[in-house]
């Protein structure tokens, strides 16, 4: 079986081994997303631009001020500030529209990217996130988008603000002092080069940010899900001091990252202001000797400093596109990951009415991470219509594989399933999987009400049909006692229930489904010795026409199989009934003994 790496291991596969981005092009997926609202996007732009105008008209304003209200008297001065109170009423508005409509677009686009990289998930087998830890696509569902719905809401709006300032205030700057503004052009490079400099560095640092807090959102994930185990060995202080170093990883790694860009800050500025400075001192001289007037250079000066503070700004709204480029680059890789189980480009139906016969003919499987070792070799069995076969055998014999390939999760590397003849490769997934009810050994409910877990599989099933499914589980009883009956909301994992509860919710999930195909992995394990009875009494009336395999820890609970299969290192060794089994001595015979040897025969048949 595959497994999640361990933190202290090197990374060999899996989403971690993408290629970290150099740039911001991963931000194109925002791009495409935003591209779904053209009249959102066309009105952000223009409030940018209107703002952005506003701001440049600004400078003229004072130099209308300065060049005609103070010539032309005190009644022309009240005239040019009624126009730059306009200009700023203008800019309020624009502003207020701007914040708006970006905000509204980065929630919106976040919120389409959330769904988006959800639904791609579901599509995914379980193999991948055996592969991949759930802890950490969870922290890319929340922590990264965080960081693109901040970027898209605010970020971006900043960036492209100060860029069309930085446009229009240059090109106004030539307009009013063509000379001076030379002097600008030439110190651009010098400003340009350090953020190419420190750029790349930023941007790797804030992916490898990312990728700490992602260790310490799974690393939480994976601590409260196993907090009675943590308690109950004590092992507290162990977890605080792992957590611990996990968060200094995390720190170190942002240090470096604030450093550089404290660094890249730092030498933008003194690049920038070293350079207005000289500006300036270059047009005092300019207006002494009468070249340009008091309005220009104010004015001028005035819009220096709105297109340094546009540069200035444009370089720290890098560093933060490019720690959204590396969020955006994560992902896109979930959205990027093809899953390995497809229905092909025409499917074959399975044909109908269902039958349930299931065929493994000549199967050899290797899991993908383990091609070493094949979990079934040269493998052959089948099962009739309405056949209970029980599957036998030590830890790591194959068992739970066949249920596996039975779902198609995986596909054989040699030779084929067939559910009603058809080769399930040729099959859609989720036509076979519509045939299938499962009833895992740990149940697995959702943190919701009673009724959506056992209406789980068949969503249209009424209430009449849920009670019916819970009283053959023998669920009725102490669902009539919740307090919300059907309503009653379940817990995390179904924490409000025992185990045995939760498992009998399963089995009445499975019942209602009424699937031609059962895959039971040792159903009654979780029941106390009454619950077990009767449940095991439910499942053999709801097995009666149904074609089950059922995977066997205790052997009690098969004695009445039509068949047990015995497997051993991906083989079949043994095939029979419990008594011939018994009686060959074998490895059936040896796992018997061991079970049995120590329970009454009255036990063992009320067990059967």
């Known amino acids: 079986m595959k497994r ?3 933190r ?60 005609r209200g103070f010539s032309g008297g005190d009644s022309d001065i009240g005239r040019w500030f009624q126009y730059l109170l306009l200009i700023v009423v203008i800019l309020a508005i624009a502003t207020g529209l701007r914040f708006y409509f970006v905000s509204w677009l980065g929630e919106r686009v976040v919120a389409d990217l959330r769904v988006r990289v959800n639904r791609h998930l579901l599509t995914l087998p379980p193999s991948f996130y055996e592969e991949n830890s759930p802890g950490e696509i969870a922290s890319r569902m929340t922590s990264d988008t965080a960081i693109i719905e901040q970027v898209v809401s605010s970020t971006v709006s900043v960036a492209l603000r100060n860029a069309l300032t930085a446009i229009g205030g240059v090109g106004y700057m030539f307009y009013l002092a063509p000379a001076l503004s030379m002097y600008l052009v030439l110190a651009i490079p010098l400003v340009i080069l350090p953020i190419a400099m420190f750029g790349r560095k930023v941007q790797s640092l804030s992916r490898s940010s990312q990728d ?85 250079i104010a004015a ?16 720290e709204v890098y560093g933060s596109l490019l720690r959204a480029a590396g969020a955006a680059q994560r992902m896109d890789e979930l959205l990027s990951t093809r899953p390995a189980i497809t229905a092909p480009e025409r499917p074959q139906a399975l044909p109908l009415p269902p ?107 009424s209430d009449d049909q849920i009670w019916a499914a819970a009283r053959a589980a023998n669920a009725e009883d102490f669902l009539r006692e919740l307090p919300d009956g059907l309503d009653t909301f379940v817990g995390e994992s179904g924490a409000r229930l025992s185990g045995g509860q939760r498992q009998r919710l399963a089995i009445a999930r499975a019942i209602l489904r009424d699937s031609p195909i059962l895959l039971l992995d040792e159903a009654t394990s979780a029941l106390d010795a009454e619950s077990e009875r009767l449940v095991q009494s439910a499942l053999d009336h709801l097995m009666e026409g149904r074609t ?21 290192h991906g083989r079949i060794v043994e095939e029979g009934d419990h008594d011939s089994l018994s009686a060959a001595g074998g490895i059936y015979a040896r796992l018997a003994r061991l079970q049995f040897q120590d329970r009454p025969e009255e036990e063992l048949s009320e067990g059967a």
């Open 4 to 6: 999640k790496r361990r």
């Open 8 to 67: 202290d291991e090197p990374e060999t596969g899996g989403l971690d081994q993408a290629p970290k981005a150099s740039s911001i092009g991963p931000l194109r997926l925002l791009a495409r997303s935003a591209g779904a609202y053209p009249g959102l996007v066309g009105a952000t732009l223009f409030a940018l631009a209107v703002s952005s105008a506003a701001t440049l008209a600004i400078p003229s304003g004072f130099k209308l001020i300065i060049d």
């Open 212 to 296: 700490r807090l992602a260790d310490v959102g799974a690393m939480t994930t994976e601590v409260l899900g196993a907090m009675q185990i943590v308690q109950v060995f004590n092992q507290e202080e162990r977890e605080r001091s792992r957590f611990r170093a996990a968060v200094e990883r995390g720190l170190d790694t942002a240090k470096q990252r604030i450093k550089t860009r404290a660094v890249l800050t730092g030498v933008v500025i003194m690049m920038v202001f070293g350079a207005i400075t000289l500006l300036l001192w270059k047009g005092a001289i300019e207006v002494s000797q009468g070249s340009i007037s008091g309005g220009t």
């Open 300 to 315: 001028f000066v005035i819009t220096v400093g709105l297109v340094s503070g546009a540069f200035g700004s444009l370089t």
């Open 355 to 461: 039958r349930g016969a299931i065929a493994f003919q000549n199967v050899t499987f290797r899991y993908p991470t383990r091609t070493d070792k094949p979990a079934l070799i040269d493998f052959a069995l089948t099962v009739e219509p309405g056949e209970t076969v029980a599957i036998v055998g030590p830890s790591g014999a194959g068992k739970s594989t066949l249920f596996q390939l039975v779902a198609r999760f995986y596909d054989p590397q040699a030779g084929s399933v067939r559910i009603d003849g058809v080769d399930l490769t040729r099959a859609d997934p989720a036509e076979v999987r519509g045939r299938i009810a499962l009833v895992p050994q740990e149940s697995v409910l959702f943190a919701a009400s009673v009724r959506y877990n056992i209406q789980y599989g068949r969503p249209d099933a």
């Open 548 to 568: 089950t395999l059922v995977i066997a820890h205790r052997l009690a609970t098969v004695r009445a199989a039509d068949r047990i299969v015995v497997l051993d």
